[in-house]
């Protein structure tokens, strides 16, 4: 079992050595242990691997070197903000903003500092990274099959066909059965 210390000394040499972000590194590290290299020994290798995290991007293009954490765009977006004419109405800041960076529903604080706001999805994205492989067509359409037997489907009763140990079990509230955190949703898990 690898400490957090550890962990976090990893993350740093790596950062140092392969001159890239924090978040790139443990993006790095995450792929490395998904596919079942030990990450001590991997630190022991480290001089060999300057190229690795350009390589690595480019082949997989979720390791991104400019990704941010939440609170790191929220800082650069408020810089951008703060950073726009002050004769701008706060409704053309938002549209620049919107146009530019794709972001939403702006929310500020007592003292106009943002403290969220919402980016565009690439919806087909998501749908090719998750949702299209015959095992998940196969999963939605039983759901849809069960719903449509039991005579709910799109009658608007707010009610899902739940899954228990791959077996559908009933009906649930939609809330409760969309919200479960699966292990598909949990840090490090393998996805397609």
Do not use: C
């Not at 053309?92 to 529903?105: A, C, L, V």
């Not at 999963?139 to 608007?156: I, P, W």
């Amino acid at each position: 079992m690898i400490t957090f210390k550890n962990y976090t000394d990893i993350v740093n040499s790596i950062a140092k050595k392969l001159n890239s972000t924090k978040d790139a590194a443990v993006n790095a590290l995450i792929k490395v242990q998904q596919k079942g290299i030990d990450p001590l020994k991997w630190q022991k290798h480290l001089t060999m691997l300057r190229t690795f995290l350009p390589v690595m991007a480019d082949y997989d293009p979720t390791i991104d070197e400019r990704e941010m954490t939440n609170p790191q765009k929220v800082t650069q977006m408020q810089h951008y903000w703060d950073d726009l004419a002050r004769s701008n109405t706060d409704e053309r800041k938002k549209k620049s903003m919107e146009t530019r960076f794709g972001i939403k529903n702006i929310k500020f604080n007592q003292k106009g500092k943002i403290v969220s706001f919402e980016e565009d999805r690439d919806y087909k994205d998501e749908y090719k990274k998750f949702q299209s492989s015959k095992k998940m067509i196969k999963y939605r359409a039983e759901l849809v099959k069960y719903n449509r037997d039991k005579g709910t489907y799109g009658n608007g009763d707010g009610k899902d066909a739940s899954h228990k140990n791959g077996k559908i079990v009933g009906m649930e509230d939609e809330s409760i059965n969309r919200g479960r955190a699966e292990k598909s949703r949990l840090v490090g898990s393998k996805r397609k």
